[in-house]
């Protein structure tokens, strides 16, 4: 970078930096003329310097620094632990936002330590601060929060929050560094449509992944200096966030059609398909609620805190859009698509999914049976769909096969606490990961339980009517046998890593085992 200078003779004298010009020991002209414009060079330069690290840089927290909204994560943590008295936040807004943020902030439990800050944004600040910058934290939420994030990361040397008489936002945070820093005398980092009034006011403004519009309206004020997009969501992360892979669990809505033999029913096959779309969506739905119920404790698991909410990647307005949307295209579907009973029977689906997600799934026991429920919905819920009769044996089955997948999941989660040395309860859970040897003691009698019920369903009367030759139904009894060893051996070994049921679906030998063991059903038919 140049700077411009004065022509410098014997005369000089420049104004506003005090150069005296005159030559009493008769230098050389050159010389002096030299000394002269690196003089005045070096001072121009080290005002610009000392303007740039005397201004401050005032960072914005949600959706800047963070990669999350403090408001919204401080109102689904008090929904998880306290869903009786999720209406109350409601009669907080009356009385306004700042005492909505003060009293969910004091009621609930946020580990700042794990929450999802951008690495790009602490790197710039880092930069500035070795610059010798006062760095500021301006936040409209919570000041205990605020603080918190500002001890943890002892980056900022002030910090300036909402409490419970003002809400920090908009035009509040303008003011309010105006008069702390006068009318361009900050820079300062934000990303939301409240943040176009305080850019207006600073001397530059950082743009962090702006939302829709912002970018265009904060370039308007024409001191944009930089723009940061370091979070940007796809498709990729919504297929992920939705689970689309756990729709395989819907297979399960095929079964009834294919035990009664009436697989080749085109127009109960076509109403099969519906069904299968509108459970996943609906499941989806779930998942998204549920993914936005657990963000903590994702985040301090070894794999779940790289799901699209927990590590900020999605953000949580968009979740609490999308599942409600997802929630209403499967009943409605439903209502006009498909039998009323297939409709209860989704009712129930998730009413108990939502129960297990506020409550039963930290419930010892509970838990499992619950999500071994959940699996025989999915027949029940078929079974609605075509207008077929279950039968005791299909249910008593299936209760007992998917306890045991149920308990699967749980021997490999407490595996992975034991095998990082935790001996205290899981977090979210109801087990400690002295519980393993139990676990596995009843997940794989369960299993072998279900082997037992296939082996009686096969002297059952109804089984004559339904095949040509039901004792062939006997060769499906150790090929279960060998199938149920296998999961818990694998996962004794911890090499259980998925869910079992989509694990079943990507691994070989399950695929060549399940595939021998339709063939057995096909000749006895």
């Known amino acids: ?57 005032v960072i914005d927290l949600d959706g800047t620094l963070l990669r999350s909204d403090l408001l919204l994560e401080t109102a689904l943590s008090f929904v998880r632990h306290k869903p009786l008295g999720m209406l109350k936040p ?12 003060e009293n969910l902030a004091t009621s609930t439990d946020i580990d700042v330590a794990v929450l999802p800050y951008d690495p790009i ?3 710039f600040i880092e930069e500035e601060k070795r610059k010798g ?11 205990s929060l605020a603080e918190k994030i500002a001890a943890h990361l002892e980056l900022f040397d002030h910090v300036l929050a909402s409490d419970a008489d003002c809400n920090l936002s908009a035009h509040r945070k303008r003011d309010l560094l105006v008069k702390n820093y006068g009318n361009k005398g900050f820079d300062y980092a934000g990303n939301s449509k409240d943040d176009i009034v305080v850019w207006a006011a600073a001397r530059d403004a950082y743009v962090v992944n702006p939302e829709r519009g912002v970018e265009r309206k904060a370039r308007a004020a024409g001191n944009v200096k930089r723009i940061i997009k370091s979070n940007t969501s796809s498709p990729k992360d919504w297929v992920k966030a939705l689970r689309v892979h756990q729709w395989l669990k819907n297979i399960l809505i095929f079964v009834p059609l294919i035990a009664a033999h009436r697989l080749s029913d085109l127009h109960l096959l076509l109403e099969g398909m519906i069904a299968f779309v509108l459970f996943g969506l609906c499941a989806s739905s779930v998942y998204l609620l549920n993914d936005l119920l657990d963000l903590s404790d994702d985040r ?26 997802l929630l209403l295209i499967s009943f409605a579907g439903s209502l006009l698509l498909l039998p009323k009973e297939f409709v209860l029977v989704l009712g129930a689906y998730y009413i108990l999914t939502l129960a297990y997600s506020l409550v039963l799934k930290r419930q010892l026991a509970i838990d499992v049976i619950v999500l071994a429920l959940l699996y025989t919905i999915r027949i029940i819920a078929g079974a609605a769909a075509f207008s077929i009769a279950l039968t005791f044996w299909m249910l008593a089955f299936s209760m007992f096969m998917f306890l045991s997948l149920a308990l699967v999941k749980r021997y490999a989660e407490l595996k992975e606490a034991r095998k990082k040395g935790n001996s205290e309860k899981t977090r979210g859970r109801g087990y400690y990961p002295s519980d393993l040897e139990m676990i596995s003691s009843l997940g794989a009698s369960s299993g072998y339980l279900a082997v037992m019920v296939l082996a009686l369903y096969i002297h059952d009367q109804a089984t004559g009517e339904l095949y040509a030759h039901p004792q062939i139904i006997w060769l499906a009894c150790p090929l279960l046998l ?3 060893t296998r999961i818990w051996m694998l996962t004794h070994r911890g090499e259980m890593h998925d869910d079992p049921v989509v694990f079943a679906v990507r691994d070989r030998v399950s695929v060549a085992v399940g595939t021998l063991f339709c063939l057995v059903f096909w000749i006895a038919a």
């Open 300 to 325: 301090h698991h070894t794999s779940k805190r790289k799901r699209p909410f927990a590590s900020g990647r999605l953000s949580i307005t968009s979740g609490l859009i999308a599942f409600p949307s």
């Open 133 to 143: 910058r006062t760095v500021v934290l301006a936040t409209a939420s919570h000041r």
């Open 482 to 484: 060998f199938w149920t």
């Open 90 to 101: 409601f009669s907080w807004l009356i009385t306004g936002k700042a005492t909505l943020k």
């Open 121 to 123: 944004v602490i790197e």
């Open 1 to 57: 970078m140049t700077f411009p200078y004065p022509a410098l003779n014997s005369k000089t004298k420049p104004v506003g930096y005090g150069f005296v010009t005159a030559n009493p020991y008769k230098i050389s002209p050159n010389f002096l003329h030299s000394c002269r414009r690196f003089a005045f060079t070096w001072q121009v330069f080290r005002d610009v310097i000392l303007s740039t690290t005397t201004i401050p840089l």
